[in-house]
Nanobody, 129 residues
Framework: QVQLLESGGGSVQSGGSLTLSCAAS????????MGWFRQAPGMRREGVAA???????TYVDSVKGRFTISQDNAKNTLLLQMNSLKPEDTAMYYC???????????????????????WGQGTQVTVSS
């Protein structure tokens, strides 16, 4: 059973930085996509960033150049470095794991909520102006 536990959330001022961590267990990293998602009150859950075992990444446009997703496979830890935070980044942030998607040329990960099966409990990020 895949288990995910996020940490690192908090309250920061606009322009500040935070690093979220996700401790993962119970899966073979090479066959999974790992992603960060966020959900603000009254909003749909949004895929922020995803990464596969090869290190290929995808980001939502609103965080490109500000957020960096990475993983330490030896430690089974997923990270999200968030810089230049904005009030609109305020949300509950979730770590998630989902199976790799395959096509004739290889594999890939998406930021589609429906492609992720395992979720952490979330960590709150609040950015004040």
């Amino acid at each position: 059973q895949v288990q995910l536990l996020e940490s690192g959330g908090g309250s920061v001022q606009s322009g500040g930085s935070l690093t979220l961590s996700c401790a993962a267990s119970g899966y073979t990293y090479s066959t999974y996509c790992m992603g960060w998602f966020r959900q603000a009150p009254g909003m749909r859950r949004e895929g922020v960033a995803a990464i596969d075992a090869d290190g290929s990444t995808t980001y939502v446009d609103s965080v490109k150049g500000r957020f960096t997703i990475s993983q330490d496979n030896a430690k089974n830890t997923l990270l999200l470095q968030m810089n230049s935070l904005k009030p609109e980044d305020t949300a509950m942030y979730y770590c998630a794991a989902g199976k790799l998607l395959y096509y004739s040329g290889g594999h890939y990960c998406t930021r589609d909520v429906d492609e992720y099966n395992y979720w952490g409990q979330g960590t709150q990020v609040t950015v004040s102006s």
